[in-house]
Structure formats: structure tokens, C-alpha cells
């Protein structure tokens, strides 16, 4: 079993950059992909990003963000900048049980609470 909790979000303006934080517990954290997803206020959550044997962007975050881990700390990050309103959401990091990063909801096996951002214009 794996647990997930994010940490980072919060109220930012327009143009401004966040960190969030994945923490990890349970397995060896290095064997796992790790993705980040998100969902908006009425809206499905969708795949933003991705890091495994290769990494993965969602073209609405594609240069304005970065995914990165730490396993001696057991933790991913999504650094993200030039933030919009559209970038609103809760943002959800997700574990599967092999090394494949996908952009697949499916495809993963393990999930955070959650943690709010939110972008004002």
C-alpha cells in the first residue's frame, strides 16, 4: 500500500509559481511512476503531467511546468509558473505499481486527497 499527501497549493495571482509536493509512504518510492492530475470546478480531472522511464506534460501546462522527484526524500514536486485562472483546480497526485509513466487516469493504482489552487485574475 502507498500513501500520497500533497501539500503547496494555495492562492495565487495570475503570472505568479507554486510547488507542490508529493509525499510518499509505504514502498520504495523509485520504482513507481508518478503523475499529477487535476480537476476543475465542473469538469472531469484531467492528466497535467507525468514522470516515470519518461516524462509527460499536458500541452495546457507544457513549458510552464516542471515535474521532478526526490527518492531519497520520497517526494514529487510539480513546480509550475506563469500561472492562469485556468490552472484553478485541485491538483491530485497519483502512484501506479510499475515504472511506466502514462497519461492514463486509469493506469494508476494510488491517490492523494487533493490540494487546492486557485489563480486569480
Known amino acids: 500500500q502507498v500513501q500520497l499527501v500533497e501539500s503547496g497549493g494555495g492562492l495565487v495571482q495570475a503570472g505568479g509559481s507554486l510547488r507542490l509536493s508529493c509525499a510518499a509512504s509505504g514502498r520504495t518510492f523509485n520504482y513507481y511512476a508518478m503523475g499529477w492530475f487535476r480537476q476543475a470546478p465542473g469538469k472531469e480531472r484531467e492528466f497535467v503531467a507525468a514522470s516515470g522511464l519518461r516524462t509527460f506534460y499536458a500541452d495546457s501546462v507544457k513549458g510552464r511546468s516542471t515535474i521532478s522527484r526526490d527518492n531519497a526524500k520520497n517526494t514529487m514536486y510539480l513546480q509550475m509558473s506563469g500561472l492562469k485562472p485556468e490552472d484553478t483546480a485541485v491538483y491530485y497526485c497519483?502512484?501506479?505499481?510499475?515504472?511506466?509513466?502514462?497519461?492514463?487516469?486509469?493506469?494508476?493504482?494510488?491517490w492523494g486527497q487533493g490540494t487546492q489552487v486557485t489563480v486569480s485574475s
Open positions: 497519483a502512484a501506479r505499481n510499475n515504472a511506466i509513466a502514462t497519461t492514463l487516469e486509469s493506469a494508476y493504482n494510488y
